[in-house]
């Protein structure tokens, strides 16, 4: 027999005001401990790959989709751009590296993108298994499609036409796997990498064979003639300095291509999703107070009910503020069990939401660990409850313990 | 031991209770008798220092509780006064066994859960110490109080009206182990009613 056993048979004893005052905290902290959880990990995940990108140079279109397609590979590229024009435009004293990228094919939903080795070492990815691609064919896949798609060392495939999954395959020439990467947890974790020439090459070949049929569809070199200009989809860019920007605006202005710059766009996109995030959060937030106030309402009444009850232990010698603080513990359980069901609710949330953007996307969020706000949030829920309890036992001090005794 | 001394209280000007003198002696019953109105409740919170009187002393045990400070009134009360009000009203959201614990635990005194088991048995509910107190009969929770306000031991034992919501049976069984009950821990018993039944059970008594 102790003041929390008291107080947890109170909450029992009320199990529906009890669970709406804790479902409700509960609610509340799910809420608030998910978005916290999103948004540092979309956070993360989009800074870790916008990294050391100033620019991305790729045809015009929406500057974001160019930053998405390229950078996080998570939208259609906006179109293919002459490698020439990009390597004229590429060849400033202002711009220190360029990076270009081809892509258009997949397999199984995983991108197959043409690049050359300096985009490995931009993401710091080291290869796990087996070398690096270095001749027109062989890929390193990422950990993530090696774990996915059971693709090995050695193993061959066909790419498929478009990056949905659903395009034709280009069956007659195979890739080859040469290596896989180590887990960067960056994106190329869920990419196929392969030299920029065998995207070329694979279309070459895939043209003469097929003749005239793809005309007029998003293919990587589309309208090329044999001795047309050698095509990529876009370059990601560093500066040498933050004057490079100029750059960027000298080949808007003056050039057929488009230079988006990723800083501008991403904040931009974080502007956007976060009128939506702040809203959830206020909604979050009042959820909580609701919380507070059911939790006061249901002690409030309670005690009135109780009132005997409180008179009869003071008259067996229980202090005052020793009935003050059993009702306050009264109220710090809810927000306590509110809490650490909120923790796991928002874990659940999360697994559940990552699974969707893994499928979709092939991002996935699994860091589940607590963050230091959520210990903020702990701060707040216990505040709430135990201001909640503390207004209605603030009554156990001015108790007349006889009158009440002789009212019934 | 108890015995009080010219008390006196008042809750309006208008409204003053001045009470004769009681004393009680260990292992002894005095029964004051009162219709409503007299004061009686007003005299036992008086004994048991629930209200502070105007004037006059109590003492139990050789302690003068009026010259105790506030805080210490209560422990005093805790260790030493057991309580049995007219209604029994018990902690409802505790079972039966928890509720006497809670007089040990109030007290501060170690938690004896055979003592518990005792007394259920002699008073006749030990099979209801995992109930919850609404779940028994009047006159079983009467009895689950007398066995509250025994288990400290304490050296007074307060009956306030304990019998007035009882039938003849439960009256009579309540009364008689009211009293053994005060004679097996040596308390002197109080009871005070205007329940005309109790008036041949004591010898000792004081009319308001």
Redesign the interface.
Known sequence: MNLFKISWANLKDKPLSSFLSGLLMTLGITIISLLLLLNKQLDEQFSRNVKGIDMVLGAKGSPLQLILSSIYQIDSPTGNIPLEDAERLTRNPMIKTAIPLSMGDSYKTFRIVGTNKKYVDHFEATVGQGTLFSKDLEVTIGARVAETTGLKLGDTFAGSHGLDGNGEEHGETKYKVVGIFNPSNSVIDQLILTPLSSVWAIHEHHEEHEGEEHEGEAHTDEDHDHEAPREITSMLVKFRNPMGMMVARGINDNSKLLAALPAIEINRLFDLLGIGVDTLRGLAVAIMLIAGISVFVSLYNSLKERKYEMALMLSMGAGRTQLFGMLLLEGLTLSLIGFILGLVFSRIGLLLFSMRAERNFHYSLNNLNILPEEWLVLGVAVLIGIVAAALPALGVYRMNISQTLAEE | MLQSHQLTFSYAPTKRFAFPDIRCNDREAVLILGKSGTGK??LL?LL?L??RPENGSVTIDQTDLTQLPPAQT??F???HVG?I???P??????SVM?NL????????NP?DKNRARELAAHLGFAEHLNKKTHQMSQGEQQRVSIARAVMNKPGVILADEPTSSLDDVNCARVVALLREQSEQIGASLIVVTHDQRLKDEFSNQVIL
Do not use: C, E, G
């Open positions: 409740t007003t919170h048991a629930l209200l209560a422990t009360r805790a260790a309580i009000y007219q209604k009203h018990f902690v409802s959201a505790l928890d614990l809670l007089a040990n635990y109030l007290a501060k938690q």
